[in-house]
């Protein structure tokens, strides 16, 4: 039965022969060239590839020894740190699922996502130690183990993480093969809570073959990253991508608008992955002779997530361009459009470059013509480069896969020649700082809030490129509950990338004739004026979200 499954390892993507299947594979390789030679530093650590595939087994052997077995969850809550990498080339050593979480969740979105995966073990740092301490008596049981870094201390409450790393404990060979499940990436949805998007271990290879595709490398490049490892763009940028492309990554913990160049230069860095907000952070930082004193040549782009006169100035100001890219959690990495430099439409998307379909479909699930915008749909043209489903959700799969088509949830057209142009979202879905926001989620916890009769929640447009999130309330008769007091009762209950920012009382909601369906896109379409904002609070601290200040 795994015979069937198995690749055929000599066969070719677009010319290229398919050299690897999975990471730990990839690694191997990549140790047995390079030695004890640095490749890639994370958060500080330089590490050869011999050292990741060495530590990586001892780890491995560990949570073998622990009873984590093929297909067992193994799980990950922290900040950028090489525990990431040891962790995940582990997991998939033994044929076990590594978990990547958010280190945004908080309350009730850790213990969803941790109550849904359910994970052998769970490997977190001092800084978020406390968060898992606070609904330890809601969560399964699990193994937990502890990263000191300096950021927060667990006081021996945990498990040290150096005890994964203990030498002498035999690893059994497993065989792994590239059709077999690797990562659960949680990624928000349309409606309801963080789905988990199982992939598959082909899928990041191709996602690294695409990095070289998009981004043209060359020997003599090297990679700058600030994305964080639990989001795909972090994995298939920082990681996946430089390492099949052979050449050296660098991963910081946080991004630092005001270090950024400086980071970028001491690297050496010709490639980044800046997403809509962190450019625009570097476009309003003070002019500087050293803006143009750098070796980047290309950077990540993602058309719509900032105003096209924002990306002017940036590349203009700092003289590098733009891989314009369309691509989502579930697609694995794997850009499935991208717009090079030079392209004659640098506003859209890109072209498909042949890894899969795109079709825009309409309501009824009928392909519509060019020119026309519908809902985004994808199909890929190789196996094993989109998730298998969203893990433990079948209706949700069934869902977002039916008709054979993956449904994004994401509007936009195709032109006559075939570019992609990504228009918006659907009504329940938005983007904030880099994070996906489900308006259902945040919906849910403010309905719960003293007070509050009826909320819906919508994404506004932000100065700075994205969305911010923001929430229209009918109170309880008689309630007098202001804005700062339902923001406050937010606070320990979501992420803090899911507080509105915005937050307006109404009597009623604008609904349709014929369904009676809240209106939301005339919500949308509302001003901000005179409306309560959290962010123009004095002294109010403002919440890190993928290393941008919210």
Same mark, same amino acid.
């Given at each position: 039965?795994?015979?069937?499954?198995?690749?055929?390892?000599?066969?070719?993507?677009?010319?290229?022969?398919?050299?690897?299947?999975?990471?730990?594979?990839?690694?191997?390789?990549?140790?047995?060239?390079?030695?004890?030679?640095?490749?890639?530093?994370?958060?500080?650590?330089?590490?050869?590839?011999?050292?990741?595939?060495?530590?990586?087994?001892?780890?491995?052997?560990?949570?073998?020894?622990?009873?984590?077995?093929?297909?067992?969850?193994?799980?990950?809550?922290?900040?950028?740190?090489?525990?990431?990498?040891?962790?995940?080339?582990?997991?998939?050593?033994?044929?076990?699922?590594?978990?990547?979480?958010?280190?945004?969740?908080?309350?009730?979105?850790?213990?969803?996502?941790?109550?849904?995966?359910?994970?052998?073990?769970?490997?977190?740092?001092?800084?978020?130690?406390?968060?898992?301490?606070?609904?330890?008596?809601?969560?399964?049981?699990?193994?937990?183990?502890?990263?000191?870094?300096?950021?927060?201390?667990?006081?021996?409450?945990?498990?040290?993480?150096?005890?994964?790393?203990?030498?002498?404990?035999?690893?059994?060979?497993?065989?792994?093969?590239?059709?077999?499940?690797?990562?659960?990436?949680?990624?928000?949805?349309?409606?309801?809570?963080?789905?988990?998007?199982?992939?598959?271990?082909?899928?990041?290879?191709?996602?690294?073959?695409?990095?070289?595709?998009?981004?043209?490398?060359?020997?003599?490049?090297?990679?700058?990253?600030?994305?964080?490892?639990?989001?795909?763009?972090?994995?298939?940028?920082?990681?996946?991508?430089?390492?099949?492309?052979?050449?050296?990554?660098?991963?910081?913990?946080?991004? *630092?608008?005001?270090?950024?160049?400086?980071?970028?230069?001491?690297?050496?860095?010709?490639?980044?992955?800046?997403?809509?907000?962190?450019?625009?952070?570097?476009?309003?930082?003070?002019? *500087?002779?050293?803006?143009?004193?750098?070796?980047?040549?290309?950077?990540?782009?993602?058309?719509?997530?900032?105003?096209?006169?924002?990306?002017?100035?940036?590349?203009?100001?700092?003289?590098?361009?733009?891989?314009?890219?369309?691509?989502?959690?579930?697609?694995?990495?794997?850009?499935?459009?991208?717009?090079?430099?030079?392209?004659?439409?640098?506003?859209?998307?890109?072209?498909?470059?042949?890894?899969?379909?795109?079709?825009?479909?309409?309501?009824?699930?009928?392909?519509?013509?060019?020119?026309?915008?519908?809902?985004?749909?994808?199909?890929?043209?190789?196996?094993?480069?989109?998730?298998?489903?969203?893990?433990?959700?079948?209706?949700?799969?069934?869902?977002?896969?039916?008709?054979?088509?993956?449904?994004?949830?994401?509007?936009?057209?195709?032109?006559?020649?075939?570019?992609?142009?990504?228009?918006?979202?659907?009504?329940?879905?938005?983007?904030?700082?880099?994070?996906?926001?489900?308006?259902?989620?945040?919906?849910?916890?403010?309905?719960?809030?003293?007070?509050?009769?009826?909320?819906?929640?919508?994404?506004?447009?932000?100065?700075?490129?994205?969305?911010?999130?923001?929430?229209?309330?009918?109170?309880?008769?008689?309630?007098?509950?202001?804005?700062?007091?339902?923001?406050?009762?937010?606070?320990?209950?979501?992420?803090?990338?899911?507080?509105?920012?915005?937050?307006?009382?109404?009597?009623?909601?604008?609904?349709?004739?014929?369904?009676?369906?809240?209106?939301?896109?005339?919500?949308?379409?509302?001003?901000?004026?005179?409306?309560?904002?959290?962010?123009?609070?004095?002294?109010?601290?403002?919440?890190?979200?993928?290393?941008?200040?919210?």
């Amino acid at each position: 039965m795994r015979e069937a499954r198995r690749m055929t390892i000599t066969r070719k993507i677009h010319g290229v022969p398919v050299q690897w299947e999975t990471l730990p594979a990839l690694v191997a390789a990549r140790a047995a060239q390079h030695g004890d030679a640095p490749r890639l530093t994370v958060a500080g650590r330089a590490m050869s590839y011999r050292e990741l595939d060495g530590e990586s087994s001892r780890v491995a052997a560990n949570l073998h020894r622990l009873g984590v077995r093929r297909g067992d969850r193994v799980a990950c809550f922290l900040r950028n740190a090489p525990e990431h990498l040891l962790t995940w080339v582990a997991a998939g050593k033994l044929g076990a699922i590594w978990v990547p979480l958010n280190a945004g969740l908080v309350g009730e979105d850790l213990v969803h996502t941790l109550t849904n995966a359910t994970p052998a073990v769970l490997v977190v740092d001092g800084e978020l130690a406390e968060r898992v301490e606070a609904v330890a008596d809601r969560l399964p049981p699990m193994r937990v183990y502890a990263v000191e870094d300096g950021d927060g201390e667990t006081g021996g409450r945990f498990r040290p993480f150096a005890d994964l790393l203990e030498p002498g404990h035999p690893l059994p060979l497993m065989e792994v093969s590239g059709g077999d499940p690797a990562v659960i990436i949680y990624t928000g949805g349309t409606t309801g809570l963080p789905k988990g998007a199982l992939l598959p271990h082909f899928a990041w290879i191709a996602a690294g073959m695409r990095y070289v595709e998009a981004f043209e490398t060359r020997p003599d490049d090297v990679h700058y990253s600030i994305l964080t490892l639990f989001h795909v763009g972090g994995l298939m940028l920082g990681v996946m991508g430089p390492m099949v492309a052979d050449i050296p990554t660098v991963i910081d913990r946080r991004f *630092s608008g005001s270090n950024f160049w400086a980071r970028a230069r001491e690297t050496g860095a010709t490639i980044v992955d800046l997403i809509g907000t962190m450019i625009t952070v570097l476009t309003e930082q003070p002019e *500087s002779p050293a803006d143009r004193h750098h070796r980047v040549r290309v950077s990540l782009g993602v058309t719509g997530q900032i105003p096209p006169a924002v990306a002017e100035r940036f590349v203009e100001r700092f003289g590098i361009g733009f891989v314009n890219v369309y691509s989502l959690t579930e697609t694995g990495g794997v850009l499935i459009v991208n717009n090079p430099m030079g392209s004659p439409k640098p506003r859209a998307n890109g072209l498909t470059h042949g890894w899969a379909e795109v079709t825009i479909l309409d309501e009824d699930d009928q392909p519509v013509p060019p020119g026309v915008t519908g809902q985004i749909a994808l199909r890929p043209r190789y196996p094993h480069i989109f998730m298998s489903g969203y893990f433990n959700a079948p209706e949700r799969t069934l869902e977002c896969l039916s008709n054979l088509w993956l449904h994004t949830g994401d509007l936009g057209h195709l032109d006559a020649d075939g570019y992609l142009h990504f228009t918006g979202r659907q009504a329940h879905w938005l983007r904030r700082r880099g994070e996906n926001v489900s308006a259902y989620e945040v919906e849910s916890v403010l309905s719960q809030c003293p007070g509050v009769r009826e909320v819906v929640v919508v994404g506004t447009p932000s100065e700075k490129g994205e969305e911010e999130v923001k929430a229209f309330v009918i109170r309880e008769p008689g309630s007098g509950v202001e804005p700062a007091a339902i923001a406050a009762w937010c606070e320990g209950r979501m992420a803090a990338f899911k507080i509105p920012r915005f937050i307006a009382f109404v009597e009623s909601f604008p609904r349709s004739v014929t369904k009676r369906e809240v209106e939301r896109h005339k919500l949308r379409a509302m001003p901000n004026d005179g409306i309560w904002d959290r962010e123009a609070l004095p002294s109010r601290p403002r919440p890190v979200v993928n290393g941008v200040a919210g």
